[in-house]
């Protein structure tokens, strides 16, 4: 698993009209992420492998 860090920018494989979000906090499995078009989530790591987007 690759380790995700604050300040980050991800997409959501299964949810591409989410847009871009940005990781806020990283602990353990739980990732919070605030995407463009859904706000802030809270993401299961361990269930999710979130794309990280290079700029």
């Known amino acids: 698993m690759n380790q ?3 300040g980050q920018r991800v997409r959501h494989p ?3 009209e ?3 979000g940005q990781v806020q906090s990283v602990v353990g499995d ?3 992420v ?3 078009h859904a706000g802030k989530l809270l993401i299961n790591a361990a269930v999710v492998t979130l ?3 290079d700029d």
């Open 4 to 6: 995700l860090q604050p």
């Open 14 to 16: 299964g949810q591409p």
């Open 18 to 20: 989410w847009g871009v």
């Open 30 to 32: 739980r990732v919070t």
């Open 34 to 36: 605030n995407f463009e």
């Open 51 to 53: 794309d990280v987007v």
